[in-house]
C-alpha cells in the first residue's frame, strides 16, 4: 500500500505533509548503465516538509575514473580507494530509501541507472514511486531557460556550494522539492496525483479563481500583492470572454477589475504575470475580439486615459479598418522588453507583435541565437515576407501609439531598435541592450515571490 494510499482520509494538503520523501543523487563514471559506475551517493530524507536524516558514501568503483569525471567531480582516484564498493553499502542505501517516494532534479537518469546496479546485484528493482524537481519546474515555471540545479538553487536561495557532489545536490534538489510543496499546499491542490503531473495547474506565474469558491476580498487580497504587469482575464459560462485588461499595475487598474467582476456574473477569474506591459498586450490581443463591442470600446477608452492620456487619439468606429496605423517605416523593426524570468528577455518583431514571432533569451549567454533571430526575421521584413500581426483597430491604434509614446520617452522598459543595428555593428548593438539591462534590473524576485 502507498504513503498516498494511507493518507487518503486527509486532504491533498495534508496527505503533502505526512508522506515521506528521499531525495537522493549519484555521481558516475560516466552515463552508460552497462559499464559505468557509481562512484558517490547522497541521500536526504524528508518528513513533515523538513529535512530529517541524510547519507553519504564514496564507492569505490572498481573501474578508472575519466579525468573529466574527476575535474567535474572533484572526486580523485584516491578518494575512492579505500571506500566499500556499492554490494557493501547497498543494503543500507535501500534500507534509508524505504518505500519513500524517491526525488531527483534528473530522475531519468539517476532511477534507472541506480536500478542497472540493483539488477547487477540481483536485487528487485525499486517499485517506489518517484518525483523529478527538474520536470517539476519547467511545469511550474513556465518559459524558463534554465532549469539546473545550480541556477535554480540561485533563484530560490538555496545553498549548493558543491555542485556535482552527490549530497550537496540530494540536500538541493531536497530543498528545491520542499519549496514546491509548500507552493502546491499555497495554490490548494486538489489531487495528491497532481505532484507527479501539474501541468496547466499550478503554474507560478498564474493563479484562476472560481466563482463557487472564490469572495471579491480574496481577489484584492491577490491583487495588492502583484508586483509586475500583469493580464486579467473574467469568463462567463462555457469559457466566454466577458472582460480582459493588460496592466502596468497600477491602482486605478486594479480598481477596475474589482468593478468589472462585481457587474459580471462570472465563473472564472485568471490574473497572469508578465515582465512588461508590453508582452501582456500581446496576450491580450488574441482576447479583444472575442469580447463584445461594447466592452471593447469601455477597455479601449480606460487604457487611453490612464496610459496616453496626452496622445491625440483618432476617431473612429469600433469596427473601423479605415484609419492608418500611426507606425512609420523609420520607427524600428524589433522591441526587446524584460521578461518575468530573472536574466531572461523577450523580443518581438514590431510588424508582427504575436506569440509565434517571439524569442524568449538571457544575455549574455544567448548572443548567438539572438542574432540568428534578428537575421532571420529581418531577412523576412525584407522580402515582405513577414506577415504582419492581426489587430482589432481599436486596439492597433492604441497599442501603436503607446509604443511611439515609449520609444519618444526613451521608455526604460522598452528597447526598440532597426534591423540595421546588429546587422551594421554588433558591438554596438550588445552595448545598447547592456545599457538597457543596467537601466531595467529585475525587481520582480519571481519566481520566489509567485501567484
Known amino acids: 500500500m502507498t504513503q498516498e494510499n494511507e493518507n487518503n482520509h486527509l486532504s491533498p494538503s495534508e496527505q503533502i505533509k505526512n508522506i515521506s520523501y528521499c531525495a537522493f543523487d549519484l555521481e558516475t563514471t560516466g552515463g552508460n548503465h552497462r559499464n559505468d559506475k557509481i562512484i558517490e551517493i547522497g541521500l536526504v530524507k524528508i518528513e513533515n516538509l523538513e529535512i530529517v536524516a541524510e547519507k553519504d558514501f564514496l564507492i569505490q568503483p572498481g573501474i578508472k575514473i575519466p579525468e573529466f569525471i574527476q575535474k567535474l567531480t572533484n572526486i580523485s582516484e584516491d578518494d575512492v580507494a579505500t571506500a566499500p564498493l556499492i554490494e557493501d553499502v547497498i543494503d543500507e542505501i535501500l534500507e534509508f530509501m524505504g518505500d519513500s517516494i524517491l526525488v531527483a532534479h534528473n530522475t531519468s537518469f539517476d532511477v534507472p541507472f541506480f536500478n542497472s546496479v540493483l539488477r547487477r546485484l540481483k536485487k528487485p528493482e525499486l517499485t517506489n514511486r518517484s518525483i523529478c524537481t527538474n520536470l517539476m519546474t519547467k511545469y511550474l515555471i513556465p518559459n524558463l531557460l534554465n532549469t539546473n540545479l545550480n541556477y535554480m538553487s540561485k533563484i530560490f536561495s538555496i545553498k549548493h556550494h558543491k555542485a556535482h557532489r552527490a549530497l550537496d545536490d540530494a540536500y538541493a534538489a531536497a530543498e528545491l522539492l520542499i519549496r514546491y510543496l509548500h507552493i502546491f499546499i499555497d495554490k ?38 502583484i508586483n509586475t504587469p500583469f493580464l486579467a482575464t473574467i469568463k462567463g459560462e462555457n469559457g466566454v470572454i466577458q472582460f480582459a485588461l493588460p496592466c502596468e499595475n497600477f491602482k486605478d487598474e486594479k480598481d477596475f477589475i474589482l468593478k468589472k467582476i462585481n457587474q459580471c456574473s462570472w465563473e472564472t477569474v485568471t490574473l497572469k504575470l508578465f515582465g512588461s506591459f508590453v508582452e501582456s498586450m500581446v496576450h491580450f490581443n488574441g482576447l479583444f475580439s472575442k469580447m463584445e463591442s461594447s466592452a471593447r470600446v469601455e477597455i479601449i477608452n480606460f ?94 491604434d492604441f497599442l501603436h501609439n503607446y509604443l511611439i509614446n515609449q520609444k519618444e520617452m526613451n521608455s526604460k522598459n522598452s528597447l526598440i531598435f532597426k534591423k540595421s543595428l546588429p546587422q551594421g555593428n554588433a558591438s554596438e548593438f550588445y552595448k545598447s541592450i547592456e545599457d538597457f539591462l543596467a537601466k531595467n534590473a529585475n525587481t520582480y524576485r519571481y519566481p520566489k515571490n509567485y501567484i
Request: without cysteine; aromatic residues 12%; hydrophobic residues 30%.
Open 303 to 396: 487604457m487611453w486615459k490612464n496610459h496616453l492620456p496626452n496622445v491625440k487619439r483618432q476617431k473612429h468606429q469600433d469596427e473601423d479598418t479605415s484609419f492608418m496605423s500611426p507606425l512609420s517605416k523609420d520607427f524600428g523593426d524589433f522591441i526587446i522588453s524584460p521578461h518575468l524570468v530573472p536574466e531572461q528577455l523577450i523580443i518581438f518583431p514590431v510588424k508582427s507583435l504575436n506569440l509565434k514571432n517571439q524569442l524568449i533569451f538571457r544575455y549574455p549567454g544567448h548572443q548567438k541565437k539572438l542574432l540568428q533571430f534578428i537575421n532571420s526575421k529581418s531577412s523576412r521584413i525584407s522580402n515582405d515576407k513577414l506577415k504582419e500581426g492581426h489587430y482589432h483597430p481599436l486596439f492597433k
Open 188 to 225: 490548494d491542490i486538489q489531487k495528491i496525483n497532481h505532484l507527479y503531473y501539474p501541468r496547466n495547474r499550478y503554474e507560478l506565474d498564474r493563479i484562476h479563481f472560481k466563482s463557487k469558491e472564490t469572495d471579491l476580498d480574496r481577489i484584492e487580497q491577490y491583487l495588492e500583492k
